[in-house]
Nanobody, 118 residues
Framework: QVQLQESGPGLVKPSQTLFLTCTVS??????????WFWIRQSQGKGLEWMGA???????YYNPSLMSRTSISRDASTNQFTLQLTSVTPEDTAVYYC??????????WGKGTQVTVSS
């Protein structure tokens, strides 16, 4: 069974950089045909896909967030990360990491609340 766990600060100040880590167990992030997603949900809004790192190592982003987002992975620790720069209160959300395989999101982390406030 694949498990994902997000970790990072719960509170970030405006203009700072948010850094989150997703730790994966039960499968390798380099296993063929798995993509690893970052998704967020703001209060009262739907899910927003932020970007992903493929099993090949290729990284792709939501165009609307691309200028502020950076995703990376570390196969040695079986983790992948999210950086979001120049955060504003609009970035307040629950952030999830997830595993996609064959175009279906199959496993989710529990999510971590991030609040942007001074």
């Amino acid at each position: 069974q694949v498990q994902l766990q997000e970790s990072g600060p719960g509170l970030v100040k405006p203009s700072q950089t948010l850094f989150l880590t997703c730790t994966v167990s039960g499968d390798s992030i380099t296993t063929d045909y798995n993509d690893w997603f970052w998704i967020r949900q703001s209060q009262g809004k739907g899910l927003e896909w932020m970007g992903a790192v493929k099993w090949t190592g290729h990284i792709y982003y939501n165009p609307s967030l691309m200028s502020r987002t950076s995703i990376s992975r570390d196969a040695s620790t079986n983790q992948f990360t999210l950086q979001l720069t120049s955060v504003t209160p609009e970035d307040t959300a629950v952030y999830y990491c997830a595993r996609d395989s064959d175009w279906v999101v199959r496993d989710w982390g529990k999510g971590t609340q991030v609040t942007v406030s001074s």
